[in-house]
């Protein structure tokens, strides 16, 4: 049984930080890749970042990029997102989601239970 379990959000004000952690397991972590992804209220979810196997390529959104950063500690089984310069339009629920593959994925087929981002202006 795959489990990922999201940590870290909460409410912060516009240009802050905040760092989600995502812990794996029930599979080998290493092998696959990772993706973050958000669903605001009344959006359908979209892609934010993701990650390759062994940290070596990410991709990130436009919306995203410069400000957010995709990484992952395979020894403990731990893919991050660091979110800088926040913004408002960031507010979402994020997901943690497992690939089906090693690469950059496009196709996940394990999620986390999400969490809660608010970012306040």
């Known amino acids: 049984q795959v489990q990922l379990v999201e940590s870290g959000g909460g409410l912060v004000q516009a240009g802050g930080s905040l760092r989600l952690s995502c812990v794996a397991s029930?599979?080998?972590?290493?092998?696959?890749?990772m993706g973050w992804l958000r669903q605001a209220p009344g959006k359908e979810r979209e892609f934010v970042a993701a990650?390759?196997?062994?940290?070596?390529?990410?991709a990130y959104a436009d919306s995203v990029k410069g400000r957010f950063t995709i990484s992952r500690e395979n020894a403990k089984n731990t893919v991050y997102l660091q979110m800088n310069r926040l913004k408002p339009e960031d507010t979402a629920v994020y997901y943690c989601?497992?690939?089906?593959?090693?690469?950059?994925?496009?196709?996940?087929?394990?999620w986390g239970q999400g969490t809660q981002v608010t970012v306040s202006s």
């Open positions: 029930g599979r080998t972590f290493s092998r696959y890749g």
């Open positions: 989601a497992g690939g089906v593959g090693a690469g950059i994925e496009s196709v996940y087929n394990y």
């Open positions: 990650i390759n196997w062994s940290g070596g390529t990410t």
